[in-house]
């Protein structure tokens, strides 16, 4: 069979995934490497580490095929959104990736929002203005040094580092990852003047901006050489992973919305034209010229459940346990948790374990039990957690009906989707059906689809809603909907009531141990 390798680089591993036109994927390869926290705030990936790995992933899938007898016609490359690196002129890294999860530039993000620019650049680049976000990572950076900022030949992210390692020449980016910076007007199709002039960095710092689909030269010859594909392997640019969500899992036409639940999360609409919410509560990224992507992600997801399993269930002096004895822990606490009524029996949670983003976007959050009482065991805690998550989807999907995007159905992706309590909680907050994706590879699945369209081989994206395989509907639960909904109000309200005392115990030093 021919094949298009889906390259993924995302913020803890690299995942490639091949398919062919039926949409199935055949086979995957995964190469981990560690988020690093160095100090507080921050949350790094070592560049050289993510080049590697996406080369070592391409390797070990390219060779698995060869061994089928497939023909590896073509790569897509995705990348995780918001990073931001120093690199030369040749496209070599200069320092760290700083991930959308550092967290320095909260205090200057704020700043932005106090002197009145915010609104105008959310509603310009589509992106909010947030610590994730590169034009808040450079603007606080030109505030620390100002002249590093201007002095590095090169800023990029994920994919312009990607692509210099596999290919090499000039700096390019893709329209999507582009639009996730801050630092693109969506509508002109360029770099927006204001934006460059508050990060402090010219266009010739940047990359050029191309189309999804556009085909890059070739392969490096040492590349080639390490993967044994042909140096003009075509290579297409791609998109940004939450964008290849959406196609991965057949939620591209109007209507179908794709939830993302793993360690985050997000909920994501694909509408024909840039469209961004007054309320500035959504995103909207591109995906082509004729599909664009608006949604909200949440910082929180099944990271939840794996701190309540570490904080609730694992002994001190105890090591943590990795692998599939977590998941198995995990498992077990939900297990638990679902003997729970919806509800959690009075108990809230603002899960915002991690901080948060959509609906809120501000920096500072931190996460609060409310309403605890002394009857309150482990599997309400687990509920409540996994139910506030649910809800800040749910307030993402609100935003939805205020931006006249109806959401009919749901498509949803993530390691958590395995569990039958999160896809039940989920489809009641949501008041949605949910159908899980037969693959759990939304997003590289989503990189393989692009490929064959941008290769012709797909001659219509939105044909990717009737070739991907989804499970049969779960639908929500009458009485929880109403527990949901009757509750999500107290969400809005304990959220803007805490949001000065959070932020007051975000700025809070770390003490000593």
């Known amino acids: 069979m021919d094949v298009v390798v889906g390259l993924d680089s995302g913020t803890t591993a690299t995942k490639a995934v091949t398919a062919g036109v039926d949409a199935r994927v055949r086979d995957l390869a995964s190469v981990g490497y560690p988020l690093l926290v160095p100090g507080p705030g921050r949350a790094e990936l070592h560049s050289g580490r993510l080049t590697q790995a996406a080369i070592e992933a391409l390797t070990a899938i390219a060779g698995r095929a060869r061994q089928r007898g497939d023909r590896v016609v073509g790569i897509t490359l995705s990348a995780a959104m918001h990073g931001l690196v120093p690199m030369d002129d040749d496209g070599a890294p200069l320092g760290p990736v700083v991930t959308w999860a550092d967290a320095r530039a909260a205090g200057w993000a704020r700043a932005l929002h106090a002197d009145g620019r915010a609104p105008a650049l959310h509603a310009r680049t589509g992106t909010p203005v947030h610590a994730m976000s590169p034009l808040v990572k450079l603007s606080?950076?030109?505030?620390?040094?100002?002249?590093?900022?201007?002095?590095?030949?090169?800023?990029?992210?994920?994919?312009?580092?990607?692509?210099?390692?596999?290919?090499?020449?000039?700096?390019?980016?893709?329209?999507?990852?582009?639009?996730?910076?801050?630092?693109?007007?969506?509508?002109?199709?360029?770099?927006?003047?204001?934006?460059?002039?508050?990060?402090?960095?010219?266009?010739?710092?940047?990359?050029?901006?191309?189309?999804?689909?556009?085909v890059?030269?070739?392969?490096?010859?040492?590349?080639?050489?390490?993967?044994?594909?042909?140096?003009?392997?075509?290579?297409?640019?791609?998109?940004?992973?939450?964008?290849?969500?959406?196609?991965?899992?057949?939620?591209?036409?109007?209507?179908?919305?794709?939830?993302?639940?793993?360690?985050?999360?997000?909920?994501?609409?694909?509408?024909?034209?840039?469209?961004?919410?007054?309320?500035?509560?959504?995103?909207c990224y591109a995906l082509t010229d004729e599909h664009w992507v608006v949604g909200g992600a949440v910082n929180n997801g099944g990271s939840v459940v794996r701190w309540a399993s570490l904080a609730l269930a694992v002994e001190p002096g105890e090591p943590e346990p990795q692998g599939e004895a977590a998941d198995e822990l995990d498992a077990r606490l939900l297990e638990e948790a679902a003997s729970v009524p919806p509800g959690s029996a009075g108990l809230l949670c603002l899960p915002y374990l991690l901080g948060e983003r959509a609906p809120w976007w501000r920096s500072g959050l931190r996460g609060a039990y409310l309403g605890l009482r002394r009857e309150h065991r482990r599997p309400h805690l687990v509920r409540a957690a996994v139910e506030g998550v649910c809800q800040q989807l749910a307030l993402v999907r609100d935003a939805f009906s205020a931006t006249d995007v109806p959401v009919r159905e749901v498509r949803a992706t993530g390691g958590a989707v395995a569990s039958s309590l999160w896809v039940r909680t989920l489809a009641a907050a949501l008041d949605l059906p949910v159908r899980v994706a037969d693959s759990p590879e939304g997003t590289g699945l989503g990189a393989c689809l692009l490929g064959l369209h941008a290769l012709g081989a797909l001659p219509d994206l939105d044909a990717a809603t009737a070739l991907v395989t989804v499970h049969d509907p779960v639908e929500p639960d009458p009485a929880e909907v109403t527990v949901y909904r009757e509750l999500r109000p107290l969400v809005e309200?304990?959220?803007?009531?805490?949001?000065?005392?959070?932020?007051?115990?975000?700025?809070?030093?770390?003490?000593?141990g």
Do not use: H
């Open 216 to 283: 890059l030269p070739a392969l490096r010859a040492d590349v080639a050489a390490a993967t044994g594909l042909p140096a003009d392997t075509p290579v297409v640019v791609g998109a940004s992973d939450g964008v290849l969500a959406n196609l991965g899992v057949g939620a591209v036409r109007p209507e179908v919305a794709a939830v993302s639940l793993g360690t985050s999360g997000a909920m994501r609409v694909v509408v024909p034209t840039p469209r961004v919410d007054p309320g500035r509560r959504l995103f």
């Open 140 to 214: 606080w950076e030109r505030a620390q040094d100002g002249g590093r900022v201007g002095a590095t030949p090169r800023w990029g992210g994920v994919k312009e580092l990607v692509v210099a390692a596999l290919c090499g020449g000039p700096q390019v980016v893709d329209r999507s990852c582009a639009s996730t910076t801050g630092m693109y007007d969506i509508r002109a199709g360029r770099w927006d003047d204001e934006a460059l002039d508050i990060a402090g960095v010219r266009v010739d710092q940047l990359g050029e901006v191309l189309p999804t689909t556009a």
């Open 493 to 512: 309200r304990s959220t803007d009531a805490l949001t000065d005392v959070l932020t007051a115990l975000d700025d809070t030093p770390p003490g000593p």
